[in-house]
């Protein structure tokens, strides 16, 4: 069994996994450090889990899945709200230029490939930043394709759903600050991100201070030398990325039926697929989601789950349970 060093130097979200995992009684070791490799085994069935993926997750949906122009491509052939957008590579600059014109600013920029919100540009509202967001993206070297996309202006969620029709979801909120009338940005963030910290008891991450938030302050003549008023919120970024500094509340029990059922539509679009996280954008996640209202950004084939079951505010969702109830369905009936 996994424990002590070994367990504390595994990734947040695999050790949440295993933890679920050891719980129910299923053998766990250590294969390889580097690649967080493990073997999970328990009566004869014996799993590799890399990272939290395993057997059950086919390959073919998972790669699919993490190609975002080609999974969007699909949602739009079963009917699913996804962002208008189209792909580029590094010999199609000139092109994507004129797209970004063609579909109107604010547009967002993106790798085709990736996750944690890396490499990702939103509010470019000319040609000069969208070529510079270009630039930094196939600088990143992580895809040689990118997105340009529509901005479309709503809340962000992260809807976890599994076949088995089990979900969860959070609200995730851009990193900002609140005044207290006397404390700079800088210092605000510092504060926050060391009440985070110290200890920490949940998801949450520091409040990163980068050319993003640099950028996204300019925009309302601010900087981060900028003392808000006692009471006044500051957003620092667009995007809603928890790594970055974003806040995250459970939102399970507040949700429309509709968001699920969309969200369980989607999961069935990668064939094989027994859970996934939709990156959910709505202008009102409470109502009934018509085409209009809401926008599928990405389906992430491995998804966080350190965020549902610690997240900043609201009621902890064991989402754990979830996916182990998938990986080794014999066990569920000892899942108290």
Do not use: W
């Not at 014996?46 to 949602?75: N, Q, W």
């Not at 980068?210 to 309302?220: H, M």
């Not at 009934?288 to 965020?307: C, D, F, K, W």
Request: a negative charge; proline letters at 4%; hydrophobic letters at 35%.
């Amino acid at each position: 069994m996994l424990e002590g060093r070994e367990l504390e130097g595994l990734h947040t979200n695999q050790r949440l996994l295993v933890m679920e995992l050891q719980r129910r009684g299923i053998y766990v070791r250590l294969l390889n450090k580097n690649m967080a490799l493990l073997e999970a085994s328990y009566n004869g069935h014996k799993e590799f889990i890399l990272d939290r993926d395993s057997s059950i997750c086919p390959y073919p949906a998972t790669v699919i899945s993490g190609k975002k122009h080609l999974a969007k491509a699909l949602m739009r052939q079963s009917r699913i709200s996804v962002p208008a957008g189209e792909i580029f590579s590094a010999n199609s600059i000139d092109d994507a230029l004129l797209y970004a014109q063609e579909i109107g600013f604010p547009v967002v920029a993106k790798p085709n490939f990736g996750s944690h919100g890396d490499g990702v540009h939103m509010d470019l509202e000319n040609l000069c930043q969208v070529k510079i967001a270009i630039d930094d993206i196939i600088q990143l070297g992580s895809s040689k394709y990118f997105l340009i996309e529509e901005q479309f202006e709503g809340k962000e969620y992260r809807v976890f759903i599994t076949k088995n029709n089990d979900y969860a979801v959070l609200h995730r909120d851009p990193a900002h600050v609140i005044g207290d009338g006397k404390s700079t940005i800088e210092q605000l963030a510092n504060i926050e991100s060391y009440r985070r910290m110290n200890p920490r008891t949940t998801c949450l991450c520091p409040v990163r201070l980068d050319d993003v938030v640099d950028r996204y302050l300019r925009r309302s003549e601010k900087d981060i030398s900028y003392i808000p008023e006692k009471d006044e919120e500051v957003y620092l970024r667009h995007n809603s990325n928890v790594a970055a500094g974003g806040m995250c509340e459970d939102y399970t029990d507040k949700v429309h039926p509709s968001v699920i059922e969309i969200s369980k539509k989607a999961l069935a679009v990668f064939h094989g697929l027994p859970y996934a996280g939709m990156d959910f954008l709505s202008k009102d996640i409470t109502a009934e989601q018509t085409a209009e209202m809401y926008r599928i950004l990405e389906v992430n084939s491995i998804p966080g789950i350190h965020m549902h079951m610690r997240p900043g505010r609201g009621k902890p969702r064991n989402v754990d349970k979830y996916m182990v109830d998938m990986i080794f369905p014999e066990t569920r009936r000892n899942n108290g």
